[in-house]
């Protein structure tokens, strides 16, 4: 006999357990089921315990560069990487903690431990019990990627779960995969005092952002120390002499040395350590969706319409595993959105979103709206403005003077279409001018507005005035 519920929630992600609550809050009987740690990715193995690092590394980058400010550390800095494990466990702990007690403590809310695989449409099976509901609402999130490379079972390999246990400095990390999650780990552990060396397979870093962007976030990186090999065509492992040997063209060269390379041109860079960084993978693989008759894509995200519903009535999807989105905040939004349909009568849709992110690095970069080949795609008349971060007083007076601001205008109806930020402050400034985009306003509004002097903000309006046909 089943046990009959209102709903079922598959997964304490980000999305999970505010629809918990709401649902909870509308009187419904509601069940939830987390197999490993309550608050998923972001909370425990993601946003959270990255950004305690990169605060980390800022405070030894800082602490490393404070003669150039006229502060005197006498003997050399050193990263106690005990210490820096140990506060990001606080850190972790209290927001693991925090979702943990809210799951348990709400009304009307039943807590299932374990893993939850749906058996037909409207019923899940989880620690040998059968849950049975006519709403089930799946947030299971996703896990790194582990592609088929050679060598790969070979080797030991950090992915971002397992990296989060080190509390040792890696002497020679080697990074595959130069976007967002690989880029934040190369600079927190090059300022830790790690040798990294970062393998991309593409011509340039985070493709999916301009040329540009890429070759500034390349240039701050290199400028640490961090080096960067593009154009892998092909990733190969091995080990030799207890250390890791990474091959750049899947021809190991038989070189010893490190970053060798033999007539042939095939590279090989040896180091103590692997990062993979090369991608997510839904958490869609073991979840009965067959017997549900949930459809997916190829890659096994979850096919969801513009208002999260799965193709089976019943069924809906909020996070990562739709493909929709792969941040916290799109995560977040998908459960304002579903929330909104179900109980407000508000019919909110997926595509009202702006696309917006940021990538961690310091300085950091924000992101909204379209890049730069987007905008030459669309083929509308646009405007752009751009202003180096070296002529922003703020900036200077910081000596934080890396990156710059570019903004792309719709030249006809004079709204903001996109913009970059990489510099100090950037994941923050941006959004003003994601605001005046939901607020569907022209960008004079940003232009005429006062802002505070001084800050990076008060060059917003300046370069505003200033824009050229793109
Ligand atoms: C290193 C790293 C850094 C990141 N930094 C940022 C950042 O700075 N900003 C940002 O916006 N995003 C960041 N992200 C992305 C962010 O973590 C995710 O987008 C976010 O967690 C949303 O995920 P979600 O709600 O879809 O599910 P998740 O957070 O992945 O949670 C899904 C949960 O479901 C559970 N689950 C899965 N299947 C089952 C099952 N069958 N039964 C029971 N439970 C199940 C899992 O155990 C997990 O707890 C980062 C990610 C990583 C890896």
Redesign the pocket.
């Known amino acids: 006999m089943a046990e009959k519920f209102d709903a079922i929630i ?7 357990p505010s629809m918990a609550q709401r649902m909870t809050g509308e009187g419904l009987k509601v069940a939830i ?15 959270i ?3 305690t690092l990169v605060a980390s590394a800022r405070a030894a980058y800082m602490a490393r560069r404070g003669g150039e400010f006229g502060v005197v550390i006498e003997g050399e800095i050193k990263v106690d990487m005990k210490a820096v494990k140990a506060r990001k466990d606080v850190i972790v702990q209290q927001s693991n903690q925090g979702v943990t007690n809210w799951m348990k403590n709400m009304d009307n809310l039943s807590v299932y431990e ?4 749906l058996e037909s449409a409207n019923t899940v099976r ?1 620690n040998g019990a059968l849950l049975e509901a006519e709403k089930i609402i799946l ?6 990627l582990v592609p088929e490379m050679p060598g790969i079972d070979e080797i030991d390999y950090f992915t ?2 397992n990296i989060m246990d080190v509390d040792f400095l890696p002497e020679h990390l080697i990074i595959v995969g130069g976007s ?2 690989g880029l ?2 190369a600079q927190i552990y090059r300022r830790f005092g790690s040798r990294v060396t970062v393998i991309q397979k593409g011509d340039r870093l985070i493709p999916r952002d301009d040329p540009e962007v890429s070759e500034a976030v390349k240039d701050i990186l290199e400028n640490e120390g961090i080096e960067i090999r593009l154009q892998a065509e092909c990733v190969a492992f091995a080990k030799r002499d207890g250390k890791v040997v990474v091959s750049a063209s899947c021809t190991p060269s038989g070189g010893s040395g490190d970053n060798s390379s033999d007539e042939n041109g095939n590279e090989e860079i040896v180091g103590s350590h692997v990062l993979l ?1 090369v991608g ?1 993978i839904p ?1 869609t693989d ?2 009965g969706l067959a017997a549900a008759g949930v459809e997916t894509d190829r890659r096994g995200f979850i096919t969801v319409d513009d208002q999260l519903a799965t193709n089976v009535p019943g069924i809906w999807e ?4 739709n493909g929709r ?8 939004n ?1 459960y304002e959105i579903l929330a909104a349909n179900m109980f407000d009568n508000d019919p909110r849709r997926v595509s009202d979103r702006i696309m917006a ?2 990538l ?1 690095i310091d300085p950091p970069l924000g992101r909204v709206g379209m890049t730069e080949a987007e905008v030459r795609a669309s083929g509308r008349p646009a405007l752009t403005g751009k202003m180096m971060m070296a002529r922003v007083g703020r900036a200077r007076e910081r000596s934080e003077t890396q990156g710059f601001m570019q903004v792309f205008i719709d030249a006809e109806t004079k709204r903001i279409l996109g913009a970059a930020i990489l510099g100090i402050g950037g994941d923050e400034i941006i959004h003003s001018l994601l605001d005046i985009m939901y607020a569907d306003a022209p960008y004079t509004v940003i232009q005429r507005a006062m802002h505070t002097h001084p800050t990076v903000s008060e060059l917003i309006p300046t370069m505003l005035a200033d824009l050229k046909p793109l």
Do not use: M, W
């Open positions: 598959i997964g304490t992600g980000q999305a999970g089921i987390e197999r490993k740690l309550f608050g998923g990715t972001c909370v425990n193995v993601g946003c315990p990255t950004k374990g893993h939850g695989r989880v947030n299971v999130g996703g896990r790194a971002n779960s967002y999650i934040e780990f960084a997510r958490n073991d979840l909020i996070g990562d595993a989105g792969a941040f916290t905040h799109t995560s977040y998908d992110y940021g961690f």
